[in-house]
């Protein structure tokens, strides 16, 4: 039995948890999610709790088990509290500024960057920190992942865009040339 799978989900009060068939929809103070489930994972709800649960014990339901329970959480939660995805920019002339949902940055290129925020994430910024927020999980997570490939952070100076927090781990430049040669 997957540990993480068998964890019973409490729906807070101000959510609403509707299932019709495979489809199941959450609607919360933030905004509304919704997820097909897989035909051989079933959801049973009971008053304010959820408990996912599987029909076999193939590795493809053991393996949707634990996944499916984790989507349906992160959905809740998406919808009660939000997420969101920090990232700093490290560099000379590195900025990043916003119009309406649309970021605009200043990396050393050329050209500037520009990243339209898709439905339902939303960008702000406050000096050289950027922040992604969104209600989908996946959704934040990947526009943050695409914000960060633009620069990645390099290893000699650490230069580029990382996540707040992230470890760069440096490497030496090259070394001085011997006196005597």
């Known amino acids: 039995m997957s540990r993480i799978g068998k964890k019973i989900i409490t729906i807070p009060e101000n959510v609403t948890f509707e299932m019709n068939g495979p489809q199941i929809s959450v609607k919360g103070p933030k905004g509304e999610l919704s997820l097909n489930t897989h035909r051989k994972i079933s959801v049973k709800k009971t008053d304010n709790i959820l408990a996912v649960e599987r029909h076999d014990d193939s590795k493809l339901s053991k393996s949707l088990h634990g996944l499916t329970r984790m ?17 700093e920019l490290k560099g000379v002339g590195f900025k990043a500024s916003l ?8 990396l050393g290129f050329s050209h500037p960057v520009e990243v339209q925020a898709p439905d339902g994430i939303n960008f702000q910024v406050q000096k050289n920190t950027i922040t992604v927020s969104g209600i989908d999980k996946q959704m934040v997570g990947q526009v943050a992942a695409n914000i960060r ?27 001085a040339k011997a006196a005597g040669a």
Not at 99 to 106: A, D, F, R, V
């Open 71 to 87: 989507l349906i959480a992160n959905m809740i939660t998406g919808v009660t509290d939000g997420y969101e995805k920090k990232l």
């Open 149 to 175: 490939a633009f620069k990645k952070p390099e290893p000699y100076k650490g230069k580029g865009i990382r996540y707040v927090g992230e470890l760069i781990i440096k490497k030496a430049g090259k070394a």
């Open 99 to 106: 119009e309406g949902n649309k970021l605009n940055m200043s």
